[in-house]
């Protein structure tokens, strides 16, 4: 699960859901923590959306009431509003009725803090009112077989008069009236961020697929639209078309302060690093996508094996500084960097003295040391407890703890060999039973040979063996039985180590043999971790798409008798229907690069770009 976490509109607090179950929230200037919250249902539910109330675009007017109030929503699609200063629940909002599907996605508060908006699974946004509680209505796509498996981001401009909702499809809406104004058609995956320039008339998504589009937020209403007798407008052309460098997690746009009529914007990757453009949205338009014109990389010293998963101390949160924050008025943004259980605050110029775009290098932060020196502040807490363990281990006695298991348990109470019996042993038979126990354990597989049985078939290098004479048969039996039962334990404990060591087998041969053997029970599961895998990173398509056609050809009968199946696949369908609506797109450019081989361009760049062309086209395919 990616990182929620969100700066406050004044920038003084942080927060972040901390372990899926705990909102903490950090203050920027101290870098303490400030105060936590952790719901009475945290051990049934998880938190999974998190905002604070929506910025005006006037960093000094904030109040200390918008600065003070966070929604977070859960899993089981309730709304909790949070007071970060009193540490009280102002507002709880239960789900009620069918508007909410699910776990609940995004969440908005306007500026008044009197309108709370909630998105989930539903092909429909919710409306709540902050003083009463009720439910005051619903934001339905005038085409609701469009929006397949709900709205995944919405946002609500600065002014609260538009809202906009996201799957694949954008939809935008008059706040004040309901009706709906336009819808945006131009990304091949889910978008990921949605987010309003400051002027409230253009807006900016982010999808999986590295795609930074800038729209237009202009539509006529349906009324006007009826009366015409035509349908509501949909725009599939972007302005303006920015592409980043890595995988998006978030965008944050602002004003620069040496042109009225120049934004920049700002995308935070999943690596930690963020690429900055300069655009002016009244002028700009151009339908090639632009790369970013300044970065701002993290120095992860000599340890980058996870800065693509932005493990390390890469940034994970940003937003403008404010004029409270900052000495001048250059353009800068604030970052949270590191680990979440212990962030650092960080300001960056993203504008040099003349308004100009500079890159900038974030000196290295040894994430490790800063959790180290907090385990040694809060073991004095603690002191207690490691009295009492002492204590036990001088009287010869074992405390269990979490990381005791019964076959642990039961090897510390096996008898040693030359060992008298005590009646203890003898109590049930527990001799016949240990007896039973050593003899089986010869023949059983432990989880480190299953996993070395199975490391041949992944993509991993394959580990040197000591003896190269040593017969290399394979038993893709066993090896599909090992895969199955990993398989299990991970979807159960949802392991997401497990689960991606077991996707990381390319054999197809293990794969249909493991595909036959899972149980029932494990099947749908199995495929919505499939297809949300494929939903976040599409580059990962030829791989899993190799376990999703396993799956649906194999047990075609189970999953018809699935309740609501539609509704459990909706995100499935939404990326097949996408990615083949685009296929015939570039099967035309393919024929048009096959006649422009034969004309005038040179051989070896359109043979280039064939390759990529045929590349692009075995992607897309599901054959």
Not at 106 to 126: G, R, W
Not at 134 to 157: P, Q, T, W
């Amino acid at each position: 699960m990616a990182t929620l976490a969100s700066f406050s509109p004044s920038r003084r607090f942080l927060a972040v859901i901390q372990g899926s179950s705990t909102l903490e929230v950090w203050d920027t200037k101290t870098g303490q923590r400030h105060n936590s919250y952790k719901p009475d249902d945290n051990l049934s539910n998880d938190l999974t959306s998190l905002a604070w109330t929506t910025a005006n675009g006037a960093d000094d007017s904030v109040s200390v009431e918008q600065d003070s109030l966070v929604a977070v929503g859960n899993s089981a699609g309730d709304v909790v509003v949070w007071n970060v200063v009193t540490a009280a629940v102002e507002i709880s909002l239960k789900k009620t009725n069918a508007q909410i599907l699910g776990s609940v996605r995004h969440i908005a508060i306007d500026v008044a803090q009197t309108k709370l908006y909630a998105s989930s699974e539903s092909k429909s946004v919710v409306e709540y009112s902050l003083q009463t509680g009720n439910l005051n209505r619903s934001f339905v796509a005038s085409d609701e077989s469009s929006v397949m498996g709900g709205f995944n981001r919405i946002a609500l401009s600065a002014d609260g008069s538009k809202l906009l909702g996201a799957s694949s499809k954008i939809v935008l809406w008059d706040a004040l009236s309901g009706a709906q104004l336009a819808s945006f058609v131009g990304h091949a995956s889910r978008v990921r961020d949605l987010v309003f320039l400051p002027s409230g008339k253009q807006f900016l998504s982010v999808d999986a697929d590295k795609f930074i589009n800038v729209w237009s937020a202009k539509g006529s209403s349906a009324k006007s639209a009826r009366a015409k007798g035509r349908r509501v407008k949909t725009h599939n052309k972007a302005r303006l078309k920015l592409i980043a460098s890595s995988d998006a997690r978030a965008l944050h746009v602002q004003l620069s302060p040496h042109s009225s009529h120049s934004v920049d914007v700002c995308c935070l990757g999943r690596n930690g690093d963020i690429d900055i453009w300069q655009i002016n949205p009244k002028k700009d338009k151009d339908a090639v996508p632009r790369r970013a014109q300044a970065t701002v990389v993290c120095d992860r010293g000599n340890d980058s094996v996870n800065s693509e998963n932005g493990d390390d101390s890469g940034v994970f949160a940003i937003a403008s500084a404010t004029s409270a924050t900052t000495d001048d008025s250059a353009a800068r943004i604030v970052c949270a960097r590191g680990s979440v259980v212990q962030p650092k605050f960080e300001i960056v110029a993203v504008e040099d003295a003349d308004g100009s775009l500079q890159s900038s290098t974030l000196d290295f932060l040894d994430t490790a040391a800063l959790l180290k020196s907090r385990q040694s502040e809060s073991a004095l807490a603690v002191a207690d407890s490691t009295v009492g363990s002492s204590a036990a281990s001088q009287r010869n006695v074992h405390v269990l703890g979490a990381r005791d298991s019964s076959s642990s348990v039961t090897g510390q109470k096996r008898r040693t060999p030359g060992a008298p019996t005590t009646e203890e042993d003898d109590v049930d038979g527990a001799p016949a039973k240990r007896a039973a126990l050593e003899d089986a354990a010869p023949d059983a597989q432990t989880m480190e040979e299953r996993l070395d049985n199975l490391r041949q078939f992944t993509e991993k290098p394959v580990r040197e063996r000591a003896d190269s004479s040593e017969d290399t048969t394979v038993d893709f039996g066993n090896a599909s039985q090992s895969l199955v039962t990993i398989l299990q334990q991970a979807l159960q404990a949802n392991d997401k180590a497990k689960l991606e060591y077991c996707l990381a087998v390319h054999d197809k041969e293990i794969i249909t043999t493991t595909i036959n053997k899972l149980p029932a029970v494990c099947i749908l599961p199995f495929l919505q971790q499939l297809v949300d895998r494929l939903e976040r990173s599409p580059r990962r398509g030829r791989v899993l798409i190799n376990w999703i056609r396993k799956i649906l050809l194999r047990h075609t009968a189970y999953l018809m008798t699935v309740p609501d199946l539609a509704k459990e696949l909706a995100a499935l369908y939404e990326i097949i229907a996408n990615r083949s609506a685009l296929y015939t797109k570039f099967c035309r450019l393919s024929g048009t690069m096959l006649i422009a081989s034969y004309v005038r361009a040179p051989a070896q760049l359109l043979t280039e770009v064939m390759l990529h062309v045929q590349v692009v086209l075995t992607c897309f395919s599901l054959s």
